[in-house]
């Protein structure tokens, strides 16, 4: 293809089109005509073509002099939502962090009593164990676990401890039963877990939690790190702001499905 393709194939008035809806999209009380020319950058003649088109076609509606977006631009965006996984939307949110922090990114769910990858974004190699969507990891000595663990009800919380395996992995694993149980708490109440050299020696990780519009816990979200690279107090004063601005994001998709 040659440099000018890109440019021949460029449609000038649908971007045009696009940037009106976008601007609809930013004001949902309505515009009029002449405020939607002056915020499009368009002449009144070129803005109510553009306006009258989107009416007929029914991704906008007119009363009196305000024009607005219709509903039916969402319920195109709701059979987009629902045909493409939510982890295709979540992998350039956590790439972006991934790249910010120079650390790699993951999410997971919990499955039984380990916490399963569904989304990663690796780093600089930080962990022996080979890291890939589906990878099983135990809940008790994660970050992601404990936070997943965090949205267990009372009961359900006592019945993972005392049926689940809860292994030493390293000679900083928390084993002891009650303890975990006060650890996951702590981590509901302050919303974040840090999970210091319980899975590895040398590998930090930091985790928060993903919610569904009933604010229910559905998945975690996590940053790792080399010990070299961060403390804990850095990691919840450095990345942990950053980790919440990227849950939140990802969680909207959680709503809006």
Known sequence: MSDEQPVRDHVASLERGLA????????????????TADKAGLTRAGARRFLLTLVATGYAVQAGRNFSLSPRLL??????????????????????????????????ILS???????????????????LQVGAHLPAHCTAMGRVLLSGLNDADLEAFMTGAGIAQRTPRTITDRTKLVEIVKDVGR???????????????????????????IV??????????????????????????QVAARISDFFVVQ
């Open 219 to 244: 998945a975690a979200i996590n940053v790792s790190t080399q010990t070299s690279r961060h403390t804990p107090a850095q990691m919840e004063a450095e990345l942990l702001p950053i980790l919440r």
């Open 112 to 130: 039984g009593e380990d916490m399963v990858y569904v989304a990663r974004v690796p780093g600089p190699r930080i962990i022996g164990v080979d």
């Open 190 to 216: 302050s919303g974040f877990a840090i999970v210091d050299e319980e899975l590895e020696i040398g590998l930090r990780s930091i985790a928060v939690p993903l919610r569904d519009r009933s604010n229910a």
């Open 20 to 35: 009106v809806m976008e601007i609809l999209a930013a004001n949902p009380a309505g515009l009029t005509l002449t405020e």
């Open 75 to 108: 319920a195109q965006a709701r059979i987009w939502l629902h045909g493409v996984p939510l982890w295709t939307f979540a992998e350039p949110f956590m790439r972006e962090t991934a790249a910010k922090l120079h650390e790699s990114c993951s999410a997971a």
